[in-house]
Every structure is written in structure tokens, then in C-alpha cells.
């Protein structure tokens, strides 16, 4: 900086007295410009027009420059290199997408294929399998970073695209690129889209209309996961006709009236469907919808479809699927013996069954670690001081166990000053897209979530995943750390335990140790915890206190106790029960409600 201290403080409106203090103003000048030259600056300086604050003092550049044009333009120009350094020094670093001759090739993926011999050929590249008339849908990949065809995504292509028609099984760690694994065969698969096949009918130039009806459903367990395939797909569709559909409330109405049209299946003329169990179920009960020409089934996330929370809407819609030529695709990065037997009854020849790494095994790209400390106050302090250390860099996800958990450690953070969101079921669905589209745009740097976050959902660069809540299987702790990592990047979890979680640390060392991760010794050393607690612990998550290490609020209790009761009452009235009637009190027939609730 060519001016001195004692240049900027006159040029703020301060004098300074160089005779009287000769001797202190010869100490800054040493190595300096001539007394003359110096004197000189300061006199010219001294000029600077009324109202002017140079940026070298305008350290929160808020004022107005005013004055002459010719000291406009300078300060424009001085300022403008000072706005573009100090943006350079806040936001991060964004490097520019490599060509294709630099990018690396994929990561190393260990694949094992079983099942009814014999085995369908795995693909080694997009050449083997994707039509080269079509070149939009390679520009597309290219567009969108992919490069290489990945191990798991060969592997299920070459038998979703055998000869043989043959349902698969996948069970791959987080990140390993199972999404793209269906959906491209899925789009060679498709071929022309049904609307174009049938008009081509139409006009005469075709023997068949086509496929028609709903060709493919892509179900998933939550809105939040079925958003984001259905924007993959229709990254992969630019270019094309293919008509894809995420049903949602906005959508059911157009989907009803257009199976209901006389025209039926030619009316409803969908390619790809992204639904959500819930939805789709509603429809396929009320024979609203029907399956019977649907082509291809995959189920992502099966694991949880086929866990008791799902299956009663699930078994009805795979039930509803009857064409013969029907193929199925249930994929997950975990899959317990129940949910896989099941899967096994309901694929042709009970599937091929791909395996990439161990199965149930969490990602070797994620750096882990468990931390114990003691106590509610304890995990927040950690927190606190994890923040402090630089150790959690955004973007960070932080995962509780409970909506009201999520909200009170939400405040706690906003009242630190950091930018974080907060993603959870008693949030509306605009809200909940709200925090994740800010949390992807990097407007928030920390999201606090639920268990609803944990499956699926791919943010690009998630650096730490932290686990405030100890989580409460081995299944959850997978996908919880399956957020970062991806793709073949480096991530770090971080995990919390009290004294209340210390009977179920050993499960997740042994992961932890299984993915190479370093681990203390008495951590694998503890006593295994025996089947009816981890029964009872997956059942129901350990009760702690109030984020902080407070008592519970008996305000707080109160006020959700009477929301319990007001949901109750408009439950039996949407039901039309009469208490009365029925011989149960009031206080009683509420108090069941609210244990029920609970």
C-alpha cells in the first residue's frame, strides 16, 4: 500500500501534527519515499474532495464515493479489484469441469454376480450397450460429468438389457452410482417414446402402436428422493420425446382423467413414472390406474420399501404388474435377510443378485470417526468446538434422531451465527425443497435433518456428515454416511455417543473397522448387545434430554400434549366416532389417543 498509517488517518478526517511529533513520524517512514516525496503524497492526498472515504478505510463498504469523474473511475477501478480479491478469499474455489482426456477413470468396484446360470455379461463401456444412433443421450452423460461407465452400472445393464429379460437384485454401498445403473438400460430399453410409436400408428408407418399405457415406475419411499430421480431422468431425456411424470398431488388429476378417457392407455402415454408408494397405492386400489401393460418395475431404496412401514402399499402395486414381459429391479445399499427374501419370492428365478463390495458395508471413501462425550451438554459443546477447529468445512449435514430435536438444535446454531437450515416430515413439502435447494446453491452451509434425509438424496460435496444422534441400526449409520463420500470423493463422519448409546458402540465399530476406518481397541471390546435390545433400540430410539443437557419443558410438554389431544378429536370426527356411544370417557378415549400418538 503506497500511503501511510498517518496518510489514511487524514484522509479520515484526522490531523496530524508532524512537527510535534517528528521523532514517531520518522519510525513509519524509514525505507521510505523522501521526506519531499512523502510530503508531497500527503499534500496531495489532502485533497481528497469531502464525503470521499478511500478503500483502505471503508472496511465495510458501505459509503457512497462522490466527487469528480476522473477520482470516481480511479476508486471504481481500486475497489473493484479490492471487491474481487476479497470474493476470491470468501467463497470457495471453484475449479472449471476437466475435458474428457483429463478426467480420471472410474473407481476400482469389486462386483459379484449370483444367481441361475447363465450369467449375464457385464458391460465395460457405454459403446457396448448404447445405440449409436442416438447421440444425444451420450451428450447428455458427457453434459452432466459422466465420463466412464462405473462397475455396478455394467454389471446391471448387461442384465436388464440380456436377451433373457432377467430381474436383478443390487446391493451397493452409497455413492456407487446405482441410480445412473437403471436408468440408462432403462432408456436404451424404452427405445422410441410410446407417443411417437402410436402416432406413427396412426398415420399408417407402423403394423403396431407400441407400447402404450405406463411403460416404467420408478417408486422411492420418499417425495424428497422420487424429486431428484425424476430430475435425473430428465437430464438423460434432453433431446428426446420420452413423456416422464412425478406423481405428486399437482399431477394425479391429469394422470386419473387420462385413464378414465376413452382413449385409456394411448391417453395416458407415459414413458417413466416417479412415484412415491403412498400416491401410486392410492391409485392402484382404486383401480384408478392401471399396471397390466407396465414393462419395468424398479424399486430404489427396496430395503426400506420392503420393511414394514411400506410394504402394505408396495405388495398391492408389484401385485398389479402382470405383463408377461415384466422386469423387475430392486436396488438398496443395505438389505437385511427379510426384506431380501421377500424380494426373492416376488423376482423371476429369485433375480440375479449383485453385490458390490461386502454387502452391508459402509464406504471406504469416508473417513470415520466415533467420539464419546458423556452427555447432552457434552454433544453440543463437541459440536461447538468441532465448528471452532475448522473440522466441520460446508457443506455438513447433522442428523438427530426426532423432529423436535432437529428444531431445538436448529435454534441453538442460529443464535451461534451460522447458516443452517433445517429438513424434516412436520415441515411442508415447499419448505422442505426450500432448505434443500438453498442448502445445494450454498446459501446454507449446515442442514440439520432427520431420518427422512438419510436414504438416497445426493448433494454434490457434502464434506462432513456429522451424527448428533447415535443412530439406531447399523442400516441407518450406512445411509446416514452414505451422504458424503460419493461418486469416488473424500468425506469425513463424524459420530457422537453418550453414556446411554455405550451398548450398541460395538456395532459400529465393527463397521467402521470393516471399511478400514481406525478404531480403538475397548470400542471393539464392549459387550455385544443382545437381540431383543436391538430389537427394542430399532424400534424405539434411546430418550435423551433437550438438546444442551436440559430438563424436559413442562410448557413444552403441555402444549404438545394438547396438540395431541385437539389431532386426536378431529380424527374420531373425520371418522365419525361418537364417544359417547361407544362407552369410553373422554379423558380416557383422548389419553389412549395421545399414548397412541406418541
Same mark, same amino acid.
Given at each position: 500500500?503506497?500511503?501511510? *498509517?498517518?496518510?489514511?488517518?487524514?484522509?479520515?478526517?484526522?490531523?496530524?501534527?508532524?512537527?510535534?511529533f517528528?521523532?514517531?513520524?520518522?519510525?513509519?517512514? $524509514? @525505507?521510505?519515499?523522501?521526506?519531499?516525496?512523502?510530503?508531497?503524497?500527503?499534500?496531495?492526498?489532502?485533497?481528497a474532495?469531502?464525503?470521499?472515504?478511500?478503500?483502505?478505510?471503508?472496511?465495510?463498504?458501505?459509503?457512497?464515493?462522490?466527487?469528480s469523474?476522473s477520482?470516481?473511475?480511479? =476508486?471504481?477501478?481500486?475497489?473493484?479489484n479490492?471487491?474481487?480479491?476479497?470474493?476470491?478469499?470468501?467463497?470457495?474455489?471453484?475449479?472449471?469441469?476437466p475435458?474428457?482426456?483429463?478426467?480420471?477413470?472410474?473407481? %476400482?468396484?469389486k462386483?459379484?454376480?449370483?444367481?441361475?446360470?447363465?450369467?449375464?455379461k457385464? &458391460?465395460?463401456?457405454?459403446?457396448?450397450?448404447?445405440? +449409436?444412433?442416438?447421440?444425444?443421450? $451420450?451428450?447428455?452423460?458427457?453434459?452432466? /460429468?459422466?465420463?466412464?461407465?462405473? /462397475?455396478?452400472? @455394467?454389471?446391471?445393464a448387461?442384465?436388464?438389457?440380456?436377451?433373457?429379460?432377467?430381474?436383478?437384485?443390487?446391493?451397493?454401498?452409497?455413492?456407487?452410482?446405482?441410480?445412473?445403473?437403471?436408468?440408462?438400460?432403462?432408456?436404451?430399453?424404452?427405445?422410441?417414446?410410446?407417443?411417437?410409436?402410436?402416432?406413427?400408428?396412426?398415420?399408417?408407418?407402423?403394423?403396431?402402436?407400441?407400447?402404450?399405457?405406463?411403460?416404467?415406475?420408478?417408486?422411492l419411499?420418499?417425495?424428497?428422493?422420487?424429486?431428484?430421480?425424476?430430475?435425473?431422468?430428465?437430464k438423460?431425456?434432453?433431446?428426446?420425446?420420452?413423456? +416422464?411424470?412425478?406423481?405428486?398431488? *399437482?399431477?394425479?388429476? *391429469?394422470?386419473?382423467?387420462?385413464a378414465?378417457?376413452?382413449? /385409456?392407455?394411448?391417453?395416458?402415454?407415459?414413458?417413466?413414472l416417479?412415484?412415491?408408494?403412498?400416491?401410486?397405492?392410492?391409485l %392402484?386400489?382404486s383401480e384408478?390406474?392401471?399396471?397390466?401393460?407396465?414393462?419395468?418395475?424398479?424399486l430404489?431404496?427396496?430395503?426400506?420399501?420392503?420393511?414394514?412401514?411400506?410394504?402394505?402399499?408396495?405388495?398391492?402395486? %408389484?401385485?398389479?404388474?402382470?405383463?408377461?414381459?415384466l422386469? #423387475?429391479? &430392486?436396488? =438398496?445399499?443395505?438389505?437385511?435377510?427379510?426384506?431380501?427374501?421377500?424380494?426373492? +419370492?416376488?423376482?423371476?428365478?429369485?433375480?440375479?443378485?449383485i453385490?458390490?463390495?461386502?454387502?452391508?458395508?459402509?464406504?471406504?471413501?469416508?473417513?470415520?470417526?466415533?467420539?464419546?462425550?458423556?452427555?447432552?451438554?457434552? #454433544?453440543?459443546?463437541?459440536?461447538?468446538?468441532?465448528?471452532?477447529? @475448522?473440522?466441520?468445512?460446508?457443506p455438513?449435514?447433522?442428523?438427530?434422531?426426532?423432529?423436535?430435536?432437529?428444531?431445538d438444535?436448529?435454534?441453538?446454531?442460529?443464535?451461534?451465527?451460522?447458516?443452517?437450515?433445517?429438513?424434516?416430515?412436520?415441515?411442508?413439502k415447499? $419448505?422442505?425443497?426450500?432448505?434443500?435447494?438453498?442448502?445445494?446453491?450454498? #446459501?446454507?452451509?449446515?442442514?440439520?435433518? +432427520?431420518?427422512?434425509?438419510?436414504? /438416497?438424496?445426493? &448433494?454434490?460435496?457434502?464434506?462432513?456428515?456429522?451424527?448428533?444422534? &447415535?443412530?439406531?441400526?447399523?442400516?441407518?449409520?450406512?445411509?446416514?454416511?452414505?451422504?458424503?463420500?460419493?461418486?469416488?470423493?473424500?468425506?469425513k463422519?463424524?459420530?457422537?455417543?453418550?453414556?446411554?448409546?455405550?451398548?450398541?458402540?460395538?456395532?459400529?465399530?465393527?463397521?467402521?473397522?470393516?471399511?478400514?476406518?481406525?478404531?480403538?481397541?475397548?470400542?471393539?471390546?464392549?459387550?455385544?448387545?443382545?437381540?431383543?435390545?436391538?430389537?427394542?433400540?430399532?424400534?424405539?430410539?434411546?430418550?435423551?434430554?433437550?438438546v444442551?443437557? @436440559?430438563?424436559?419443558?413442562?410448557?413444552?410438554?403441555?402444549?404438545?400434549?394438547?396438540?395431541?389431544?385437539?389431532?386426536?378429536?378431529?380424527?374420531?370426527?373425520? #371418522?365419525?366416532?361418537?364417544?359417547?356411544?361407544?362407552? %369410553?370417557?373422554?379423558?380416557?378415549?383422548?389419553q389412549?389417543?395421545?399414548?397412541?400418538?406418541?
Amino acid at each position: 500500500m503506497s500511503s501511510s *498509517a498517518f496518510q489514511l488517518l487524514s484522509m479520515g478526517g484526522t490531523s496530524f501534527n508532524k512537527k510535534k511529533f517528528g521523532r514517531e513520524h520518522a519510525l513509519f517512514n $524509514k @525505507g521510505d519515499a523522501s521526506a519531499k516525496g512523502m510530503n508531497h503524497l500527503i499534500s496531495e492526498s489532502s485533497t481528497a474532495e469531502p464525503g470521499h472515504l478511500p478503500s483502505e478505510l471503508d472496511f465495510f463498504a458501505s459509503v457512497e464515493h462522490t466527487g469528480s469523474k476522473s477520482f470516481q473511475s480511479k =476508486s471504481n477501478k481500486r475497489k473493484r479489484n479490492d471487491e474481487g480479491t476479497s470474493r476470491q478469499a470468501r467463497l470457495p474455489i471453484r475449479t472449471p469441469s476437466p475435458e474428457p482426456e483429463d478426467v480420471a477413470g472410474p473407481p %476400482v468396484q469389486k462386483i459379484s454376480l449370483s444367481g441361475p446360470e447363465p450369467l449375464p455379461k457385464s &458391460f465395460k463401456t457405454f459403446e457396448e450397450f448404447l445405440p +449409436t444412433s442416438d447421440e444425444s443421450l $451420450k451428450k447428455n452423460l458427457r453434459k452432466h /460429468g459422466v465420463h466412464h461407465l462405473w /462397475g455396478v452400472q @455394467g454389471a446391471v445393464a448387461g442384465t436388464l438389457m440380456d436377451e433373457s429379460k432377467r430381474d436383478v437384485m443390487v446391493i451397493a454401498p452409497t455413492g456407487s452410482g446405482k441410480t445412473l445403473s437403471y436408468l440408462l438400460p432403462l432408456m436404451v430399453r424404452l427405445g422410441r417414446p410410446c407417443r411417437s410409436a402410436f402416432k406413427l400408428f396412426k398415420n399408417g408407418d407402423a403394423p403396431t402402436p407400441g407400447e402404450q399405457g405406463i411403460r416404467a415406475i420408478i417408486v422411492l419411499p420418499t417425495h424428497e428422493l422420487a424429486l431428484q430421480i425424476h430430475n435425473e431422468v430428465l437430464k438423460l431425456c434432453e433431446g428426446h420425446a420420452w413423456r +416422464t411424470m412425478l406423481l405428486e398431488k *399437482a399431477t394425479e388429476k *391429469a394422470v386419473i382423467d387420462s385413464a378414465k378417457s376413452e382413449e /385409456g392407455s394411448v391417453a395416458l402415454g407415459l414413458d417413466i413414472l416417479v412415484a412415491t408408494p403412498e400416491r401410486l397405492h392410492k391409485l %392402484v386400489s382404486s383401480e384408478t390406474l392401471p399396471l397390466h401393460e407396465t414393462r419395468y418395475l424398479l424399486l430404489d431404496e427396496a430395503d426400506r420399501l420392503l420393511g414394514s412401514d411400506f410394504l402394505p402399499q408396495v405388495e398391492p402395486i %408389484v401385485k398389479a404388474c402382470v405383463h408377461p414381459a415384466l422386469q #423387475k429391479a &430392486f436396488l =438398496s445399499a443395505t438389505m437385511e435377510a427379510g426384506p431380501e427374501a421377500l424380494a426373492k +419370492t416376488w423376482l423371476r428365478d429369485e433375480g440375479v443378485r449383485i453385490v458390490v463390495g461386502l454387502k452391508d458395508a459402509a464406504t471406504t471413501t469416508v473417513e470415520q470417526r466415533l467420539q464419546f462425550c458423556g452427555s447432552e451438554i457434552g #454433544k453440543l459443546l463437541a459440536l461447538r468446538n468441532d465448528i471452532a477447529a @475448522g473440522q466441520l468445512p460446508p457443506p455438513a449435514l447433522i442428523f438427530v434422531q426426532s423432529i423436535e430435536r432437529a428444531d431445538d438444535l436448529y435454534k441453538e446454531l442460529v443464535l451461534d451465527g451460522l447458516r443452517v437450515g433445517v429438513v424434516h416430515s412436520n415441515r411442508t413439502k415447499a $419448505k422442505r425443497e426450500e432448505a434443500v435447494r438453498d442448502f445445494r446453491e450454498g #446459501k446454507t452451509w449446515v442442514l440439520i435433518v +432427520t431420518e427422512l434425509m438419510a436414504r /438416497g438424496l445426493d &448433494f454434490k460435496g457434502v464434506e462432513v456428515v456429522v451424527n448428533y444422534d &447415535f443412530p439406531q441400526t447399523v442400516q441407518s449409520y450406512i445411509h446416514r454416511i452414505g451422504r458424503t463420500g460419493r461418486a469416488g470423493r473424500s468425506g469425513k463422519a463424524i459420530t457422537y455417543f453418550t453414556l446411554e448409546d455405550g451398548p450398541y458402540v460395538r456395532t459400529i465399530a465393527n463397521v467402521m473397522k470393516t471399511a478400514g476406518a481406525n478404531v480403538e481397541p475397548w470400542m471393539l471390546n464392549m459387550p455385544k448387545p443382545s437381540k431383543n435390545m436391538k430389537k427394542a433400540r430399532k424400534m424405539k430410539p434411546v430418550e435423551r434430554k433437550e438438546v444442551g443437557g @436440559g430438563g424436559k419443558n413442562p410448557i413444552k410438554g403441555d402444549v404438545k400434549r394438547k396438540h395431541a389431544i385437539i389431532e386426536a378429536s378431529k380424527k374420531r370426527k373425520s #371418522k365419525g366416532v361418537d364417544t359417547k356411544k361407544s362407552g %369410553v370417557s373422554k379423558e380416557a378415549d383422548s389419553q389412549l389417543q395421545v399414548d397412541l400418538d406418541e
